[in-house]
C-alpha cells in the first residue's frame, strides 16, 4: 500500500477513556492511541468526570496517534482529510462561554444522585414518569441529561450565575468536545447532533429540535442548549492549538448509534454493545415505535441534513463491563479484567449463585433507580470462580430481558436470527457462549 494516501480519523470518547484511530481510504485502522482518565465518586451513586481531563486525554491520543503514524511513514499531516466524533452519551457539562471553563464537573450517564429530582417531576407533572414520552420518546429517568442539568441549575451557585449572565453553555460530551475543536472561547461552534440531543430527554424526535414545551415545564433556557446538526455533515475545522489545525469535523454520533452503524443494521436488525454498560438497539427504519414494555423510543441515526431519519428501540443496560471492574478493583477477586473468563470457566456453572449488578438501580425494562445490587445463593461451596461465573451470567441475563421486550414492542415472536454484538467484553468467549445459552437469539426482516 502506498503510504502517500488519504486518512480520516475517529475521536472515541469514552466512559473510561478516550481514543483517537486513524483510517486509510479502505477504512483500514493504521494507528491508535488510547488514555484512560480519572473516575470521581464523591458519593454512594455519584459518578463525575474532569471536563478539562477528558479534553486532556482526547488531545494527547490525537498527538500521540499522529506520531505513530508518522513514525511508520504515513503522511497523516497532508493526508487526514476529516475527523469523526463518536462519545459517551447523556453526560451532562456546563460551563463559561467567556472563559472555556467547566462550572462544575460533568455528571456522568450512570449518577443516581437526581433521584429525588425524579420523584418530584413525577408528583408533580400530569402523565407521571411518562410525562414527556410522546415528545422525547424517554421515561423520566436519572438517567438523561436534562435531570442532570436541572441539578446543577439548582445546586451549583456558578450555574445559577451563569444562566442569570447568560455565560453559560450546556452540552453533552461531544458538544464539549466540538466546542473546544473549534476555538472554544474564541468562536467554537457550540452544536450537537441528533443522536445525542435524542438522550437529553429535552428533544422533540418528530421536529429534531428542542421541544419547547418540554423546555418550560422544566425551565431551562434555550439560549443555553446548543444547535443540532445531523450525523453526516460538515460542522467545522478543528483550530490552532490542536495537532491536526484545519481538518474537517464531519461527522458525530452517539457511541451506541455509531456502533449500529458501523454493525449495518439495517430495519428489523439489532445490536448489541458490551462496554461499561450494555446497549441493545434495533432498527425501526423511519417509524417512531412507542415501547409498551420499558424500553427507549430514540433516533438510530440521520446520515446529512436532508436525509430520511432512521429510528430505533433501545434497552440500555447500566452496569454490564463495570461489575468485572468491580471484581478487579474492590473486590481483588482478580487482577485484570481479561482473568475473569478463565476463572470463571474453573466452575461448570454458578452453583446456584446469581449477581444483579444494581450498584446504580436498574435500567431498561425495569426503570427502578432505587434498586441496588445484591449476591444470592450463596453457601459454603461457593467460590471466587462462582461469582465470576455469576457476574457474566448476569450480563446475558440483562440482555435477554431487552431482547425479549424488543420482540413485544415490534411484533414479532420469531426466535430465528441474529444479534450483532461488538464491545470489548466479546474478546470473552465464554460471555458469548453463555449469551447464547440464555436463548438470546433475535430476529430480522
Known sequence: MSKEDVFVGAIDQG??????????????PITSHQVEFTQFYPQAGWVEHDPMEILESVKVCVAKAVDKATADGFNVDKGLKAIGITNQRETTLVWSKSTGAPLHNAIVWMDVRTTSICR??????SGGKGHFVDSCGLPISTYFSAT?????????????EGIKKKDALFGTVDTWLIWNLTGGKDGGFHVTDVSNASRTMLMNLKTLDWDPATLKTLGIPGEILPKIVSNAEVIGNVATGWPIKGVQISGCLGDQHAAMLGQV?????????YGT??????????????????LLSTIAYKLGSKAQTNYALEGSVAIAGAAVQWLRDNLGIISSASDIE?????????????????FNGLFAPWWRDDARGIVIGITRYTTKAHIARAVLESMCFQVKDVVDSMQKD??????DGVLRVDGGATINNLLMQTQVWTNCTFFYF
Not at 148 to 160: P, R, S
Not at 265 to 273: H, L, N, V
Not at 410 to 415: F, I
Open 410 to 415: 415490534y411484533g414479532n415472536d420469531k426466535k
Open 148 to 160: 442532570k442539568l436541572l441539578w446543577l441549575m439548582e445546586n451549583v451557585d456558578a450555574v445559577k
Open 15 to 28: 466512559t473510561s477513556s478516550s481514543r483517537f484511530i486513524i483510517y486509510d481510504k479502505s477504512a483500514r
Open 277 to 294: 454498560g450494555a446497549f441493545i438497539l434495533l432498527n425501526t427504519g423511519d417509524k417512531v415505535i412507542k415501547s409498551n414494555h420499558g
Open 342 to 358: 478463565a476463572m470463571a470457566s474453573q466452575v461448570e456453572n454458578t452453583g446456584g449463585v446469581y449477581f444483579v449488578p444494581a
Open 120 to 125: 418530584r417531576l413525577e408528583k408533580e407533572l
Open 265 to 273: 443494521c439495517r430495519k428489523g436488525e439489532a445490536k448489541s454493545t
